[in-house]
């Protein structure tokens, strides 16, 4: 018989005790753990040097933890980085890309590179056109582009990639409000479509609006988790600026 009742969502991206301490002794993540499940976004708030990119490149393997484990999709990616790295999505805070290419074989070269050599021009300009690039872009050199703009194709190659689990580090760093107000949108709609998503903000208001979860880091530790109705009830803004200044201990209920 068929079965009707839906998968229990598991989790795609988890942190487990995840710890990391740098080749000078700066301890730089100190025993995370938090997981995300397909169709939920979990944002991490936290000041300059928190260790939200820390955290973030020991997902993609970039540097290898010193303990505990990053898992993609149950595989640990400094054991099987491949396997983990096939599932992944990724957007810098600085989207790297080729000058001299246009955006669309910007969007080419780095969608084979993937592994899909299915993708036809059409499609990269209906993804460009979602992530709100204008189309008289679309074959302008990379050169040429603000911020924002190259920011807009690191999106669309990570949509294209079409991986279960997508990482983004400061996404709306580089947009105008209108591309960010966009862009938030674009990730609930990545969302419904069942991706999980991890990404690192300074916007609390925006973190707030999209997020499923919110983790609050402060000096490579995480010091407070809220998601539901707690994170609907709670002045984000308060209770944040409350661990910055230190007046808030990681104790209590909702604390990770
Ligand atoms: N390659 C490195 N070598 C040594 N220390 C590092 C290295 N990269 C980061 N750090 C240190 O690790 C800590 C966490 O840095 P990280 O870049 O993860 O913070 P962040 O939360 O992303 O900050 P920001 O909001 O400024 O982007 C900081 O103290 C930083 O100085
Ligand atoms: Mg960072």
């Given amino acids: 018989m068929k079965q009707t009742t839906p998968e229990p969502t598991r989790p795609l991206l988890e942190a487990d005790q995840l710890t990391k301490r740098y080749e000078d002794g700066q301890l730089a993540l100190d025993t995370v753990s938090f997981q995300v499940a397909g ?9 300059n040097g928190a260790g939200k990119t820390t955290a973030i490149n020991l997902f993609l393997n970039f540097i290898p933890p010193t303990a505990g484990e990053a898992r993609v999709d149950g595989v640990a990616t400094h054991r099987d980085p491949l396997r983990a790295k096939a599932r992944l999505a990724y957007v810098s805070e600085n989207v790297m890309l080729y000058p001299n290419f246009s955006a669309v074989q910007n969007l080419d070269f780095f969608t084979r590179l993937s592994g899909r050599t299915d993708c036809r021009r059409d499609e990269y300009r209906a993804v460009l056109r979602r992530v709100g690039l204008q189309d008289e ?89 809220l998601a539901g109705a707690d994170l609907g009830e709670t002045d984000l803004e308060r209770l944040y600026l409350n661990y910055m200044s230190g007046h808030a201990t990681p104790a209590g209920g909702g604390a990770a």
């Fill in 137 to 225: 872009a679309h074959d302008r050199k990379l050169k040429g582009f603000s911020k924002g703009m190259r920011q807009k194709c690191g999106i669309a190659i990570a949509m294209l990639k079409n991986a279960p689990a997508i990482l983004l580090d400061e996404p709306t760093s580089g947009l105008d409000p209108q591309a960010a107000f966009e862009f938030i949108h674009l990730l609930a709609e990545l969302r419904a479509e069942g991706k999980a998503i991890l990404m690192s903000t300074h916007d609390i208001f925006r973190a707030r609006e999209i997020a499923d979860t919110v983790g609050i880091m402060n000096r490579g530790r995480l010091v407070m988790q």
């Fill in 39 to 47: 169709g939920e976004i979990y944002a991490m708030l936290g000041g």
